[in-house]
Every structure is written in C-alpha cells, then in structure tokens.
C-alpha cells in the first residue's frame, strides 16, 4: 500500500508556463513551475505547460513530419501484433472493433488509418525500433540505430516509448539497473524531440513472474513517470491500468499481458466491460487515448485543468519544498542551491559536499519505510541525504536509500558533489516512495 500524505498549502510564484524558450530542451523548465503528474493516474493531465512543450516539439518539426503517422519504439509488448494492429481495420480483418461509447476516440482513428508507411498504416506497421527482450538501449545502438531507421521510414510527428521490463534486468540489481534506464530514456526522448517526434511515454506493466521484480515495479513506474513529468510529455502507466485486473491483466508467463478471447479469436480491439479485463484491451484503449490527447494539444484545442497543486517551498533550509504526497516526483537544479553544508555527521563518509544543495521536507505521521532516489545526467553529480526527526544524517548514498524511519519530520537533501575544486552541480530528478511500515504489501524500504 502507497502511503499518501495530506495535501499542504502550496504558495509559488510560478504559473505553469515553461516560457518560450523551454523548446526541445528538457532542461530549460526544471527551475520554474510545471505540470505535476498525479501518481494514482493512469495518463497525465495534458495542460497548458504540457501542451506549450508538445507544440514546441511539434514546430520543430514542421515541415519534415507526417502528422497522421506515429512510430512504436519499445520492447515485446510494442512488437506484439495484439497492440494497435486491430485498429487498422484492413479489408478482410478478423478483427472487431468496439469503443463501446468513446465516441470522442473515433477522429484519432480515422487520422491515424489515413497515414501511410509503405503500404501499411501506423497502427499496424511492423516497427524496425521494437522487438522482443529489448531495452532502451538497443534502439540506440548502431549506425543506424533501430530508432533511426524508424524515423526515417516513418517521419512520425508522434511516438509511442515503453521500455522497463527488459531494462531493469539489465543490472546486478534493480536498484543498480535504474540509472542505465534512466540515461538511455533521456537519450531516446532527446532523438525523438529533435526529429519533432512528439513521444508518449508508456511505464512497464506489473510481473508475477519473479516475486522480487514485482517489488519494484512500482519503483520503476515512478521513475518512468518522473522523466515524462521532467520533460512535460505525455505519460500512460500500465501498472495503474491493469495492476487490479483478473491476474493483473497478464498471461500464464506473467510478464505480458493478456488478450480477450470471443470466438476462438483475441479481439484486442473490444474494449468493452468484458474487453476490458484484459491487459492488451487495456494497453490499446489508454494508448488511443494518449493519441488522442497529444494530437489535440498539438492542434490548439483547450488543456486539462491542473490537477496537483505547484510544490510548496523553495528548497532552502529555512524554506524546504514540502513532499506533500507520495509518490513523490521532482525535477530541479542545484545550482539554484543554497551553500550551508558540506559534510554530513554521522553518515561519516568524509566526501566533499561542499556544492550547492536543495532541500526537503517529508512528514510522517506514522513509522514508514522510505525508498529515496536521485537521478542525474552528464556533467552532473549529487547525492542524496536522509535526516531523521532528530535532525540525524542516518543515510547518504550517491543513488538511492531505503530506509525505515519514525514519525515526524524528515529532511532529505540533495547535495552537489566536489571533486578536484569542482562543483558538479546542475539539474535531477528525485523520486521518494513509502509505505507504512510493517505493511505486507510494502514495495519499498530494506
């Protein structure tokens, strides 16, 4: 179970504009006010700062895009013929396609049929930057990479990317896989934004095929939805979606999801109330959805209405931003930072910290188990810190802490990393977790 906090009054100066030269970088909006994404949703609000990102993308590839084609980058749930082929509504189909009163869903279909890719559509072309027990690094790799081959053939204006369940395989450890994912997304997220892809970041579906993967998928959701909030693209969870279905929406292997059976056929497209239990059902109905949304962002109809209120605070000591829910996601910079510490008694690990820090505050009101991570890129390097209520530094760690800590306040501070005389200061993204502690179904802490 997610330990959710009580809301807190939130007073920013922001207003939700990422200005007009936030364009293609994802860094430009990570000091001022965005778009929070709700961690209980299944996609994110599409607001006015998300729709201002998505048009930036969109013009930045006027010209040179198709905006009735989009391209499928992602793992063997990507390549599976049981997403989005049915919509494609070739002649002779066996296919059954029912939006069971989405009318609203119908003009991205018809669009998206319209778009040609060497005699298919996007729906059911078969995606040279998606196959099966692939990670996002793949699509990266060679000359020309799997991505770039897609885009050439496609010149999409949109993208569909869900990777996860292949990358967090790709460590020692979960935990140790993360940062791997993590620079591999950005990486991708960055090709696609530079060729005026606009990208829909899908998370990874839940697992009962291994019990300790099952743990973290909710670690990697928030990491996932984390870097779609950073950048302000559109996000899909599929563990949302489908994690309270009959099996949690997934085959016999438990790993890929389900496909509703009528007829001795998979009817993937019937998203009705019996279509609908089923995970692939599922994935096909919030992807059309997604669709939907970011097209009508691109061609200037009206936002979503904010749903979270901006982070209260500033990130000082005396003012530290205020972790009013959790999951609890973050993008900010530390050069914006205060210069108060640059030591931390009692961790005792004798590293120089001595770069500018930004600060947390998180209240308890009962024991919780605690899982913290920071993220950064290039030519950034911080560490993230645990106090207890006592004021205590009882964990330090470059990456991430687990932690099981009492009732009350609990600081955690993101510091800047010196080494040679050099800061290493600049932007990341922190992602805090928790769950009651003693709770069975806890997914985090040690």
Same mark, same amino acid.
């Given at each position: 179970?997610?330990?959710?906090?009580?809301?807190?009054?939130?007073?920013?100066?922001?207003?939700?504009?990422?200005?007009?030269?936030?364009?293609?970088?994802?860094?430009? $909006?990570?000091?001022?006010?965005?778009?929070?994404?709700?961690?209980?949703?299944?996609?994110?609000?599409?607001?006015?700062?998300?729709?201002?990102?998505?048009?930036?993308?969109?013009? $930045?590839?006027?010209?040179?895009?198709?905006?009735?084609?989009?391209?499928?980058?992602?793992? %063997?749930?990507?390549? %599976?013929?049981?997403?989005?082929?049915?919509?494609?509504?070739?002649?002779?189909?066996?296919?059954?396609?029912?939006?069971?009163?989405?009318?609203?869903?119908?003009?991205?279909?018809?669009?998206?049929?319209?778009?040609?890719?060497?005699?298919?559509?996007?729906?059911?072309?078969?995606?040279?930057?998606?196959?099966?027990?692939?990670?996002?690094?793949?699509?990266?790799?060679?000359?020309?990479?799997?991505?770039?081959?897609?885009?050439?053939?496609?010149?999409?204006?949109?993208?569909?990317?869900?990777?996860?369940?292949?990358?967090?395989?790709?460590?020692?450890?979960?935990? %140790?896989?993360?940062?791997?994912?993590?620079?591999?997304?950005?990486?991708?997220?960055?090709?696609?934004?530079?060729?005026?892809?606009?990208?829909?970041?899908?998370?990874?579906?839940?697992?009962? +095929?291994?019990?300790?993967?099952?743990?973290?998928?909710?670690?990697?959701?928030?990491?996932?939805?984390?870097?779609?909030?950073?950048?302000?693209?559109?996000?899909?969870?599929?563990?949302?979606?489908?994690?309270?279905?009959?099996?949690?929406?997934?085959?016999? +292997?438990?790993?890929?999801?389900?496909?509703?059976?009528?007829?001795?056929?998979?009817?993937?497209?019937?998203?009705?109330?019996?279509?609908? =239990?089923?995970?692939?059902?599922?994935?096909?109905?919030?992807?059309?959805?997604?669709?939907?949304?970011?097209?009508?962002?691109?061609?200037?109809?009206?936002?979503?209405?904010?749903?979270?209120?901006?982070?209260?605070?500033?990130?000082?000591?005396?003012?530290?931003?205020?972790? +009013?829910?959790?999951?609890? @996601?973050?993008?900010?910079?530390?050069?914006?930072?205060?210069?108060?510490?640059?030591?931390?008694?009692?961790?005792?690990?004798?590293?120089?910290?001595?770069?500018?820090?930004?600060?947390?505050?998180? @209240?308890?009101?009962?024991?919780?188990?605690?899982?913290?991570?920071?993220?950064?890129?290039?030519?950034?390097?911080?560490?993230?810190?645990?106090?207890?209520?006592?004021?205590?530094?009882?964990?330090?760690? =470059?990456?991430?802490?687990?932690?099981?800590?009492?009732?009350?306040?609990?600081?955690?501070?993101?510091?800047?990393?010196?080494?040679?005389?050099?800061?290493?200061?600049?932007?990341?993204?922190?992602?805090?977790?928790?769950?009651? $502690?003693?709770?069975?179904?806890?997914?985090?802490?040690?």
């Amino acid at each position: 179970m997610v330990l959710i906090l009580g809301f807190l009054a939130a007073c920013t100066d922001g207003d939700g504009d990422l200005g007009a030269d936030a364009g293609l970088d994802p860094d430009a $909006a990570v000091t001022l006010t965005a778009t929070r994404y709700p961690p209980a949703a299944i996609r994110s609000p599409v607001t006015a700062a998300v729709a201002a990102r998505l048009e930036a993308i969109a013009a $930045a590839g006027a010209g040179t895009t198709s905006d009735d084609v989009f391209a499928k980058v992602g793992d %063997s749930h990507t390549a %599976s013929t049981n997403l989005l082929h049915c919509f494609a509504d070739n002649a002779g189909s066996p296919y059954v396609i029912e939006l069971d009163g989405r009318d609203a869903l119908a003009p991205t279909l018809t669009r998206f049929r319209a778009g040609s890719i060497g005699g298919t559509t996007p729906f059911d072309r078969i995606s040279a930057a998606a196959a099966i027990g692939r990670g996002a690094r793949w699509a990266l790799t060679g000359t020309p990479s799997p991505l770039a081959q897609e885009l050439a053939a496609t010149t999409p204006a949109f993208a569909f990317v869900a990777y996860g369940s292949n990358d967090m395989e790709l460590g020692s450890t979960h935990a %140790s896989a993360l940062p791997g994912f993590w620079d591999a997304m950005n990486e991708l997220l960055d090709q696609l934004a530079a060729a005026g892809a606009v990208s829909v970041v899908v998370g990874l579906p839940p697992r009962t +095929d291994s019990a300790t993967a099952a743990r973290w998928i909710s670690t990697y959701d928030a990491v996932t939805r984390a870097l779609a909030e950073r950048r302000q693209l559109p996000y899909v969870s599929m563990w949302i979606a489908t994690r309270g279905l009959p099996a949690q929406g997934l085959g016999v +292997d438990g790993l890929h999801h389900n496909t509703f059976v009528t007829g001795g056929r998979t009817q993937p497209c019937l998203l009705t109330a019996a279509g609908l =239990d089923f995970g692939n059902n599922q994935r096909n109905l919030h992807y059309l959805d997604a669709l939907a949304a970011a097209t009508a962002a691109v061609d200037g109809e009206p936002p979503d209405a904010e749903v979270l209120p901006p982070v209260a605070g500033v990130g000082t000591a005396a003012d530290p931003f205020e972790i +009013d829910l959790l999951p609890f @996601t973050h993008s900010f910079d530390t050069s914006a930072g205060e210069r108060l510490r640059d030591d931390y008694p009692g961790c005792g690990t004798g590293q120089n910290e001595g770069g500018p820090e930004i600060v947390y505050r998180l @209240t308890l009101p009962a024991a919780a188990a605690i899982r913290v991570i920071a993220l950064d890129g290039a030519g950034t390097d911080v560490d993230v810190h645990v106090l207890d209520p006592s004021a205590s530094c009882v964990e330090r760690a =470059d990456r991430l802490v687990d932690r099981t800590l009492p009732a009350g306040d609990v600081t955690i501070v993101v510091d800047t990393f010196v080494m040679a005389g050099l800061e290493q200061a600049g932007p990341y993204t922190l992602v805090v977790l928790g769950c009651e $502690a003693g709770d069975p179904d806890c997914a985090v802490g040690p």
